[in-house]
């Protein structure tokens, strides 16, 4: 595992939280199943750690007891978050309604159709 890419993935994952709204695990646990190479059990169990503080405790406590957590690297991308929520929060004061919204759609769908097609 590697903590400066936990911490990259993390303010991405918070900057683009904060300008849609959407939820880091979204966004989260595509990238780490493609770009970390985690099955989905992990992918879901290392995004409730990087929840843990705000929400998830006793989902995250499932997935822990049974093996599916990276807790590390969890704990390193919600540091991420903290600081990307806020810059994502910030500028996405400066961008049109209309625009967010198709900004959103996109996301939503694209992530959608790759998981769909995915072996």
């Known amino acids: 595992m590697n903590i400066l890419w936990g911490i990259v993935v993390g303010i991405l994952v918070g900057i683009f939280a904060g300008l ?57 991308i919600a540091a991420g978050v903290f600081v990307g929520g806020y810059f994502g929060g910030e500028w996405a004061q400066h961008v049109p309604q209309a625009a967010m919204r198709k900004v959103f759609a996109v996301l939503l769908a694209g992530v959608a159709v790759k998981m769909f097609f995915q072996k």
Do not use: C, E, N
Request: aromatic share 8%.
């Open 20 to 76: 849609v709204g959407v939820g880091g695990g979204i966004v989260l646990i595509p990238i780490l199943v493609y770009a970390f190479h985690m099955d989905q059990h992990r992918a879901q169990g290392t995004s409730l750690a990087m929840l843990l503080p705000p929400t998830g405790l006793l989902a995250f406590l499932k997935y822990y007891k049974a093996g599916h957590v990276d807790v590390t690297l969890g704990l390193v």
